[in-house]
Nanobody
Framework: QVQLVESGGGLVQAGGSLRLSCAASGRTFSSYAMGWFRQAPGKEREFVAAISWSGGRTYSLDSVKGRFTISRDNAKNTVYLQMNSLKPEDTAVYYC????????????????WGQGTRVTVSS
């Protein structure tokens, strides 16, 4: 079992930055691939970024490439999403997720989910 708790969301002006954190419980965090997803009002949840257990491989949504960076610190059981040059369309609830099976971009690949942290970008 893995429990995930996100933090770092908030209100920011367009062009600003936020860093989201996701703290995981359990001793096997380093064996999980981790992902960030988001869900905007009235829209389906979408993949944002993912990182392999070692941090050696990352994937991200095309629209956030060059602006968002996913990273992890296995010693701290934490995964991060650094978000720069934020746009109003980035407004959403952001969720982190853990997968014991595969590094993927589909929500179906993930076994555990956090409760989410809200990000609002004003224009």
């Amino acid at each position: 079992q893995v429990q995930l708790v996100e933090s770092g969301g908030g209100l920011v002006q367009a062009g600003g930055s936020l860093r989201l954190s996701c703290a995981a419980s359990g001793r096997t965090f380093s064996s999980y691939a981790m992902g960030w997803f988001r869900q905007a009002p009235g829209k389906e949840r979408e993949f944002v970024a993912a990182i392999s257990w070692s941090g050696g491989r990352t994937y991200s949504l095309d629209s956030v490439k060059g602006r968002f960076t996913i990273s992890r610190d296995n010693a701290k059981n934490t995964v991060y999403l650094q978000m720069n040059s934020l746009k109003p369309e980035d407004t959403a609830v952001y969720y982190c997720a853990a997968s014991a099976r595969v590094l993927g971009m589909s929500s179906n690949a993930y076994d555990y989910w956090g409760q989410g942290t809200r990000v609002t970008v004003s224009s």
